[in-house]
C-alpha cells in the first residue's frame, strides 16, 4: 500500500481557552477522495485551513508528501519551519473557499494566470495557454475576458477552482464550495468536481454539508464532532449503517431537512 500523502499525527488547536482540534490523528492516501461532514463548529475547516498554512498547529506534527509541514529538519534536528519552508510545502495544496475571492478588478483570465506567474514564473504565453485549458475544462473558456462582477456565483466558483488547479497541486481542498450558491446554481459547480474526481489521481479532501454529493464523490467518509472523528468508513457505511448514535441523530437531522443521503 502506497504511502500516506497526508499524515496528521496527534495535533491539537486552540483558539484562546477553545480548542477546536483535539489530539486529532488520521492519514489520506495518493489519490483518495475524502469527505468530511459533520455539524457546524466540530473542526473540519479548519483541518483544511491547516493544511493550506492558513492556520497554525497549537500542538502534533503533520506531514504532507513525505514532508514535515510545519516543522523541517536542521541540523539533525525538528525545527520550526521557516517561511521558505512554508511557501515550499504550499506549492502542494490549492484550496477552493465558499467566498470566491476573486480579484475583482482583473478578467478571470488574469485570474487564473496569476498564481502561476508570480509564484513559479511561468511565462505569461504559457499560463495563458495552461488557464484557457482549465477554463475549458470548467466550461467557462467562452468568459476568459469576462471580469468576476459579469460572471454568476457559479461561474465564479468554476473560475476559483481553475485557479487553484493552475498551480499543479498533489492535493487539492474544497471547503463549502456551494454553500454560498444559488441551489440552481450549486450543481454546475458539483459537475465539474465529478469530473475532476473521475478524470485525474488528484487527492481532494472536501468539507460540505451537500449529503448526497459526499455519498457520490468519496472513497471514504469521516464525521466529525467537537473537534474527533466519530465514525470514518466507506460512504455506504456511514449515510445507510452508521453505528454511532451521534453519527445517526446528524443524519436523521439532515434527512429531516429534505436533503438526499
Given at each position: 500500500?502506497?504511502?500516506?500523502?497526508i499524515?496528521?499525527?496527534?495535533?491539537?488547536?486552540?483558539?484562546g481557552?477553545?480548542?477546536?482540534?483535539?489530539?486529532?490523528s488520521?492519514?489520506?492516501?495518493?489519490?483518495?477522495?475524502?469527505?468530511?461532514?459533520?455539524?457546524?463548529?466540530?473542526?473540519?475547516?479548519?483541518?483544511?485551513?491547516?493544511?493550506?498554512?492558513l492556520?497554525?498547529?497549537s500542538?502534533?506534527?503533520?506531514?504532507?508528501?513525505?514532508?514535515?509541514?510545519?516543522h523541517?529538519?536542521?541540523?539533525?534536528?525538528l525545527?520550526?519551519?521557516?517561511?521558505?519552508?512554508?511557501?515550499?510545502?504550499?506549492e502542494?495544496?490549492?484550496?477552493?473557499?465558499?467566498?470566491?475571492?476573486?480579484?475583482?478588478?482583473?478578467?478571470?483570465?488574469?485570474?487564473?494566470?496569476?498564481?502561476?506567474?508570480?509564484?513559479?514564473?511561468?511565462?505569461k504565453?504559457?499560463?495563458?495557454?495552461?488557464?484557457?485549458e482549465?477554463?475549458?475544462?470548467?466550461?467557462l473558456a467562452d468568459?476568459?475576458k469576462?471580469?468576476?462582477?459579469?460572471?454568476?456565483?457559479?461561474?465564479?466558483q468554476?473560475?476559483?477552482?481553475?485557479?487553484?488547479l493552475?498551480?499543479?497541486?498533489?492535493i487539492?481542498?474544497?471547503?463549502?464550495?456551494?454553500?454560498a450558491?444559488?441551489p440552481?446554481?450549486?450543481?454546475?459547480?458539483?459537475?465539474?468536481?465529478?469530473?475532476?474526481?473521475?478524470?485525474?489521481?488528484m487527492t481532494?479532501?472536501l468539507?460540505?454539508?451537500?449529503?448526497?454529493?459526499?455519498?457520490?464523490?468519496?472513497?471514504?467518509?469521516?464525521?466529525?464532532?467537537?473537534g474527533?472523528i466519530?465514525?470514518?468508513?466507506?460512504?455506504?457505511?456511514?449515510?445507510?449503517?452508521?453505528?454511532?448514535?451521534r453519527?445517526?441523530?446528524?443524519?436523521?437531522?439532515?434527512?429531516a431537512a429534505g436533503?438526499?443521503?
Amino acid at each position: 500500500m502506497a504511502a500516506p500523502i497526508i499524515r496528521i499525527d496527534n495535533i491539537t488547536k486552540r483558539f484562546g481557552p477553545l480548542t477546536v482540534l483535539d489530539g486529532l490523528s488520521m492519514e489520506v492516501l495518493p489519490g483518495e477522495k475524502l469527505a468530511l461532514i459533520g455539524p457546524s463548529g466540530s473542526g473540519k475547516t479548519t483541518i483544511l485551513r491547516i493544511l493550506m498554512t492558513l492556520e497554525t498547529i497549537s500542538d502534533g506534527h503533520i506531514e504532507v508528501d513525505g514532508d514535515q509541514l510545519y516543522h523541517m529538519r536542521k541540523n539533525g534536528s525538528l525545527v520550526a519551519a521557516d517561511d521558505r519552508h512554508l511557501h515550499r510545502m504550499r506549492e502542494k495544496i490549492g484550496m477552493v473557499f465558499q467566498h470566491f475571492n476573486l480579484f475583482p478588478h482583473k478578467c478571470v483570465l488574469d485570474n487564473v494566470t496569476l498564481a502561476p506567474m508570480l509564484t513559479k514564473g511561468v511565462a505569461k504565453a504559457a499560463a495563458e495557454k495552461r488557464a484557457m485549458e482549465l477554463l475549458d475544462m470548467v466550461g467557462l473558456a467562452d468568459k476568459a475576458k469576462s471580469m468576476p462582477a459579469q460572471l454568476s456565483g457559479g461561474q465564479k466558483q468554476r473560475v476559483a477552482i481553475a485557479r487553484a488547479l493552475a498551480l499543479s497541486p498533489k492535493i487539492m481542498l474544497f471547503d463549502e464550495v456551494t454553500s454560498a450558491l444559488d441551489p440552481e446554481l450549486v450543481e454546475e459547480v458539483l459537475n465539474v468536481m465529478r469530473k475532476l474526481a473521475a478524470e485525474t489521481d488528484m487527492t481532494m479532501l472536501l468539507v460540505t454539508h451537500e449529503m448526497g454529493f459526499a455519498h457520490d464523490f468519496a472513497d471514504r467518509v469521516m464525521f466529525f464532532d467537537r473537534g474527533k472523528i466519530v465514525e470514518q468508513g466507506r460512504p455506504d457505511e456511514i449515510f445507510r449503517t452508521p453505528r454511532q448514535e451521534r453519527t445517526q441523530a446528524f443524519l436523521r437531522k439532515i434527512i429531516a431537512a429534505g436533503h438526499r443521503v
